[in-house]
């Protein structure tokens, strides 16, 4: 996995729930500059990026053109979090994890069930601790749980609930930043 360019993410003027979960995503994406299909099946590049975040329009993207798409869609996301749930406050690592479950997810799983309704709530040490039932997808027409999405929300949830960092558990994934 490459070291993730700190001044780089800095000229892109990303939040700072952004910049957090950004390296904390790609250690749990992964890096692949070549075009892939994920456990479930779904065209994939750089940490996640699908053709319903954005048209894969190349077989081959450079480190530097995946940090920006990477960027790019948390920002997206980050905007789709904040229509979704205004005027809700969260401490910056707190939105990076809902940020990253979002990007992961897609907006209509994590809109489903009772997790918006926890956020909405304020309730977030509960929201928090529900992160941890998305751990399934489907693969052959089964839901199951898929080992690398329950570590991931595991994660999510620890620093979410503030025992761990964003930076310490994308370290823990091999990410680092230049």
Request: glycine fraction near 4%.
């Given at each position: 996995m490459p070291a993730l360019d700190k001044a780089r993410i800095a000229r892109l003027g990303v939040s700072a729930a952004v910049a957090l979960a950004l390296p904390f995503t790609v250690g749990f994406e992964g890096w692949k500059t070549t075009v892939y299909r994920d456990p479930v099946g779904i065209k994939t590049v750089c940490a996640g990026h699908t053709d319903?975040?954005?048209?894969?329009?190349?077989a081959t993207?450079?480190?530097?053109?995946?940090?920006?798409?990477?960027?790019?869609?948390?920002?997206?996301?980050?905007a789709q979090f904040d229509k979704a749930f205004p005027g809700v406050r969260l401490e910056p690592d707190q939105k990076a994890m809902f940020v990253d479950a979002w990007h992961n997810m897609g907006a209509g799983t994590f809109l489903s069930g009772s997790l918006p309704g926890l956020i909405r709530s304020g309730q977030i040490d509960a929201a928090c601790a529900k992160l941890l039932e998305y751990d399934k997808g489907r693969i052959a027409g089964r839901l199951q749980v898929i080992p690398g999405l329950a570590r991931r929300?595991?994660?999510?949830?620890?620093?979410?609930?503030?025992?761990?960092?964003?930076?310490?558990?994308?370290?823990e994934n091999g990410v680092t930043l230049k």
């Open positions: 319903a975040m954005g048209k894969i329009t190349q993207y450079t480190d530097a053109e995946c940090l920006d798409i990477t960027a790019r869609d948390l920002t997206t996301e980050e929300r595991e994660a999510e949830e620890a620093v979410c609930t503030g025992r761990k960092t964003a930076d310490q558990v994308a370290r």
